[in-house]
């Protein structure tokens, strides 16, 4: 596998993504997810060749492809220092501290992300966002960390 750095962070990263849009519970926003079950065969090979590199966001699966795929790295990844999880929450979400919000939050504590990476991933959004839209997002980590 191919690696490449991410930024001065000093991470490798794979060049390939695993793109976890399709895992969740169908009928929860993605009538062709794939459940927790039939997910994790995908997530244990990828990691096996390699690929440390995984995409989600809120919104797949109503929310669910977070939990998934959280899941199966916690069962195959030998830690989590070893992959990297690119995930968003939805920029409507993100005017304030909104129950949606905090639900971000805590599934992105609960997959292992520290509060230092959420809050770095957010001000790299700053120009997209605006001052005030990415200092409540930082509030909504402050508080709940």
Request: net charge neutral; with cysteine; aromatic share 6%.
């Amino acid at each position: 596998m191919e690696y490449a750095r991410l930024g001065n962070t000093g991470m490798k990263v794979s060049r390939i993504c695993l793109g976890c849009m399709s895992y969740g519970k169908p009928g929860k926003g993605n009538e062709m997810a794939l459940d927790e079950e039939q997910s994790r065969p995908y997530i244990q090979c990828v990691l096996e060749i390699g690929i440390n590199f995984f995409d989600t966001a809120d919104v797949y699966s109503g929310g669910m492809s977070e939990t998934v795929t959280g899941g199966g790295l916690r069962d195959f990844a030998a830690s989590r220092d070893e992959v990297v999880i690119a995930t968003k929450v939805h920029s409507q979400r993100v005017g304030s501290c909104e129950s949606q919000v905090k639900a971000h939050v805590r599934g992105n504590l609960n997959v292992g992300n520290s509060k230092g990476l959420m809050i770095e991933a957010i001000t790299q959004y700053l120009p997209y966002m605006g001052f005030p839209r990415t200092l409540n997002a930082i509030n909504c980590v402050n508080e709940m960390c």
